[in-house]
């Protein structure tokens, strides 16, 4: 059986997430985003991711959002995943990439009526009166898309952070925690890996 540095990271990844989705958490999907504006300043918040492989980790969004703003602005993220029960993070850093229109047609498609509906009534991170103001835009496209389907709106759709680090984070006795980087330079190059002290 190969090291844990000889594995691809990715195939490593999908090992921990899918003992993650077995060991009771609520949310095993949920992952810290870091994204930055134009300026530097950062801004961190959880997401839920929705699709993963080689090419990378997808989450969706709206993108008149802060975050939406702030990816297009400045195309590079970080993620990390911290799985308590099971003692283990996964941090990933890249730059970030839009799905294709396909891609977010068919993820679109899967949500529940009630959050497609959500999705054109909430205007993501913008000021809001009053808790009235996003019961009235539900009722509104509630009523618009009373039957039949209900499209996408054309703000929201996803993006995908293409990795070129992933640490993998393993909980030790006494701190003396267990670290290993895989990196990259480009889409195509091989993965390097080593061991960082904890």
């Known amino acids: 059986m190969p090291s844990i540095e000889e594995r691809d990271p990715i195939e490593l990844f999908g090992d921990w997430f899918a003992e993650a989705k077995d060991c009771g958490l609520k949310e095993p999907t949920a992952m810290a985003l870091a994204s930055a504006d134009k300026y530097g300043m ?5 997401v839920l991711l929705k699709g993963y492989g080689p090419d990378g980790f997808v989450f969706y969004t709206n993108y008149e959002s802060r975050k939406g703003r ?4 400045n195309p590079q993220a970080a993620l990390c995943f911290y799985w308590m029960p099971l003692g283990r993070q996964v941090r990933v850093q890249g730059r970030v990439d839009t799905v294709s229109d396909d891609e977010a047609d068919t993820y679109y498609k899967t949500r529940h009526r009630d959050s497609r509906i959500g999705a054109w009534a909430s205007q993501q991170s913008r000021p809001m009166a009053s808790r009235y103001d996003l019961e009235k835009n539900v009722a509104k496209y509630a009523a618009k898309f009373a039957i039949g389907e209900i499209p996408r709106p054309p703000y929201w759709s996803g993006f ?8 993998f984070w393993s909980e030790k006795p006494f701190r003396l925690h267990e670290r290993i980087v895989f990196e990259r330079d480009s889409d195509d190059a091989a993965w390097t890996t080593s061991r960082l002290f904890p």
């Open 160 to 167: 995908r952070i293409v990795p070129r680090l992933i640490e």
């Open 70 to 73: 702030e990816l297009q602005e």
């Open 42 to 46: 950062p801004s961190l918040r959880m």
